[in-house]
């Protein structure tokens, strides 16, 4: 892997884990968890780590645990095989991170207990509210979540190739000089491609549904981008890791579904 360059490594891992995601969701619901569980444990592992590179010191296992019992009440509730009520034990898991740093010497306790916390709201529960979605009506459908991933994927893979081709005007240079309007906008046509071709394939939303699905990747996924590339840049680092060559790491490749799955929750739930 070393001997490729980053172009090289990154359609390699993009192609190879994109192909193991897809027939993993496709393969049944069970597999589809497994999958939700390592994204969000590596990512949140990852932005735990990075909260140690500032000085903090969050409850890494702890909330990583809290993190995974979160998605898994969703996919159980869901299913239908335990009751919404199940929802409540998440309440006194939360608790529990005050008790346990009164035993923990620390200089400033508060701000650990609030990483700690952070953690489960920014990264798991985007992948929570992506469990939900693929329960739409209490079946498991496939086809959101592969559609989902792919839309976003073009979306990357979009800005990626027109922003080194075409960039040339700034998009948000004060948090991320790298980023150009005209990448933005080869991701929306890109998305807008894949939306198109997805409405051919996958019967489960109109047209307009799967382009405004596409959009909200687009633009809500956009700001996540610069949401962790702010949070990189207080911590004067480039990548958030190194667990995936040529996309840095887990919070560099699913920063954009974190912003934007609530948002796409709330569209495919109520619209």
Do not use: C
């Amino acid at each position: 892997m070393n001997k490729l360059n980053n172009l090289q490594q990154r359609l390699l891992v993009g192609i190879l884990g994109s192909a193991l995601m897809i027939t993993l969701i496709y393969w049944s619901s069970w597999s589809f968890l497994v999958v939700i569980l390592f994204l969000s444990t590596a990512t949140q592992v990852e932005f735990y780590l990075l909260a140690g590179v500032d000085g903090k010191f969050p409850l890494k296992t702890y909330g990583t645990i809290i993190g995974n019992i979160l998605i898994l009440l969703t996919f159980l509730i869901r299913m239908g095989l335990i009751p919404t009520e199940f929802f409540l034990v998440l309440f006194p898991l939360i608790s529990l991170i005050f008790i346990i740093k009164l035993y923990q010497k620390e200089l400033k306790p508060f701000t650990n207990i609030a990483y700690t916390i952070l953690g489960v709201v920014y990264v798991a529960l985007p992948f929570a509210l992506l469990t939900w979605v693929a329960f739409l009506d209490n079946e498991y459908h496939w086809k959101i979540m592969v559609g989902t991933f792919l839309l976003l994927w073009a979306s990357d893979t979009g800005a990626y190739f027109a922003g080194k081709v075409f960039g040339n005007r700034k998009l948000f240079e004060r948090i991320s000089p790298k980023k150009t309007w005209e990448g933005f906008l080869g991701g929306l046509v890109l998305a807008m491609l894949m939306a198109y071709a997805l409405s051919v394939f996958m019967l489960q939303f109109e047209l307009w549904k799967w382009m405004v699905i596409a959009v909200i990747l687009v633009i809500m996924g956009s700001y996540g981008d610069l949401v962790e590339s702010l949070f990189k840049r207080s911590l004067k680092i480039k990548d958030s890791g190194t667990g995936l060559p040529g996309h840095g790491g887990f919070l560099d490749r699913f920063d954009g579904l974190l912003v934007s799955a609530p948002f796409l929750t709330f569209f495919i739930e109520f619209v």
